[in-house]
């Protein structure tokens, strides 16, 4: 199952005020993911947030469409309450009101994966 990194620049010595606005957020309606004639494409497992200093990442643990990710973010009301609390400690501001500015800051703000490891994937020593 893929992760994915979102990069946010945020001012620095505001961490305490950031965490407080993701402890407070509100979570998804649905975890389910679909395309837009609603056929389910993935589903999001988890999310985490780290920060420090002047970077914020988002890790985003998915199946399925990551390109559905950011449409389905972009529909959720305690997404858009997030994004504007964020706002004032952006070092960076970005149009994410409508769907179409979300779904591009998303994809611009992806980190580039160069590694990804899973349990599926490891094999145990062999014994000699």
């Known amino acids: 199952m893929p992760y994915a990194a979102i990069t946010y620049r945020v001012k620095p010595g505001h961490e305490e005020e950031i965490a407080e606005i993701f402890a407070n957020f509100r979570r998804v309606d649905s975890p ?14 988890g999310t985490a947030v780290f920060i420090r200093d002047d970077l ?15 449409r389905h973010m972009a529909k959720q009301q305690g997404v858009h309450t997030l994004e504007s609390k964020l706002a004032p400690y952006l070092a960076e501001q970005r149009d994410t009101k409508t769907t179409e500015g979300f779904q591009s800051y998303f994809r611009n703000a992806t980190m580039r994966c160069i590694s990804q490891l899973s349990r599926e994937e490891y094999v145990p020593p062999q014994p000699n």
């Open 32 to 45: 389910v993911l679909r395309d837009e004639d609603g056929t389910e494409v993935g589903e999001l497992l």
């Open 56 to 70: 914020m990442v988002r890790v985003i643990h998915y199946q399925g469409d990551f390109a559905a990710i950011g």
